[in-house]
């Protein structure tokens, strides 16, 4: 008898759910600690269990039905981790690790260590500060929570003086950061896996669209880019990975800067699966979903060449239609070869529900793969 491993993953959302049909491929049971009974994961995976991450005796509990603990979202205290990696859990990505995703002072000062491209920025205490660091900067600045923002929550636009106002009430305690107002052509994204063993690999930079801050399309690989930047991005991710000892998937947000520096700037990591990776799960050899599970359990990773010219993600996002299923006839007749991912979520406007993944037919144009994805998710969106 061969006994596979069990993978206890903290949290039940979509990445969660993601990983169901990769560990089912390769014979592993995931078991998905779950905030609620009808979160997105739990119907997709045979075992899961319902309790608090944030509590030291469900989250101990929890480790110790599992073989390996990794992650959904990357809200877990950092001190529980530690906790329990003293108690021998193996944990992936690591508590150090994972610290520079849920914390961007300790991210930005990470990269400014590496000498990678940072944009300015200052841990600030109050409004004076702010107004310090733009007076050496120029407004406008940005000013963020270092903790638990995300798809723009967090995130202040200050354009002059005239906003700290706003801001008076975002210090109630601990240092936040601001950062320089970076005036770059596009978002890019680079995804990475790494396995406890070291051995690393990316995938091809891709281009993230957003829409009122929210991930709205990716097109992999990112069109236009210069040979120079992309590879640099590759490397940057690939020191990022081995210097803060990365096991599993981790995504680097960057901000492309044409003509300034290096061409890029650092923006944010994430150590998890991530939306501007959702592309691989049909356009890749290898989506990051599997190879997380391979590189969390330290097994061989897959190959991660594209398997057309370019791939579209769209993202779905809830609106006027509430069933969606009523919208598939009309949806995947109007696309026969994309792929539509629905995450088994209630619909809520502006909630990410799904996401559709169009590739290119030999010699096609992008803008036609790009209003490909773009016609099925407006119908599962809108309705038929």
């Not at 500060?129 to 903790?147: H, Q």
């Not at 801001?167 to 994204?189: D, I, M």
């Not at 799960?281 to 897959?302: I, K, N, S, Y």
Request: glycine residues 10%.
């Amino acid at each position: 008898m061969v006994t596979f491993p069990v993978i206890g993953v903290v949290g039940g959302g979509q990445l969660a759910r993601m990983m169901a049909g990769p560990a089912v491929e390769l014979g592993l049971t995931l078991h998905v600690l779950a905030e609620g009974p009808d979160v997105s994961a739990v119907a997709a995976v045979a075992h899961s269990s319902v309790g608090d991450y944030r509590d030291p005796e469900t989250l101990r509990a929890f480790a110790a039905g599992v073989d390996v603990v990794t992650f959904d979202h990357e809200h877990v205290p950092g001190e529980l981790l530690d906790e329990l990696a003293r108690e021998g859990v193996a944990i992936h990505p690591s508590p150090a690790a994972l610290r520079h995703a849920q914390d961007k002072l300790v991210m930005r000062r990470a990269v400014e260590e590496l000498g990678l491209p940072n944009p300015r920025w200052r841990a600030v205490s109050g409004t004076s500060d702010v107004e310090a660091f733009a007076a050496e900067t120029g407004w406008p600045v940005v000013l963020k929570t270092p903790r638990g923002g995300y798809d723009g929550k967090g995130v202040l636009v200050l354009r002059d003086a005239e906003g700290l106002s706003a801001a008076e009430s975002w210090f109630t305690g601990g240092e936040l950061l601001v950062e320089q107002f970076v005036p770059f052509s596009r978002e890019l994204s680079v995804l990475v896996a790494r396995r406890p063993s070291g051995e690393a690999v990316t995938w091809p930079v891709v281009e993230s669209i957003q829409v009122n801050s929210v991930c709205d399309e990716v097109i992999a690989p990112a069109p236009e880019l210069p040979d120079d930047v992309a590879a640099a991005v590759t490397a940057a991710a690939l020191r990022l990975a081995e210097s803060l000892d990365v096991t599993g998937v981790m995504a680097v947000e960057l901000f492309e800067t044409p003509g300034l520096g290096a061409g890029y700037l650092v923006n944010e990591l994430a150590m998890r699966p991530h939306n501007s990776g959702h592309w691989t799960m049909d356009g890749a050899v290898t989506g990051q979903f599997e190879q997380h599970l391979r590189a969390v359990l330290d097994l061989p990773l897959g190959a991660t060449d594209p398997v057309g010219r370019h791939t579209v993600m769209k993202n779905i996002l809830g609106g006027p239609n509430t069933d969606i299923y009523a919208a598939y006839q009309s949806a995947l007749s109007s696309g026969p070869s994309a792929k539509v991912h629905f995450y088994g979520k209630d619909v809520r406007p502006g909630r990410k529900i799904g996401h559709v993944n169009a590739l290119a037919a030999p010699e096609e144009p992008l803008e036609a793969v790009r209003a490909r994805a773009t016609r099925v998710a407006a119908i599962l969106r809108d309705g038929a």
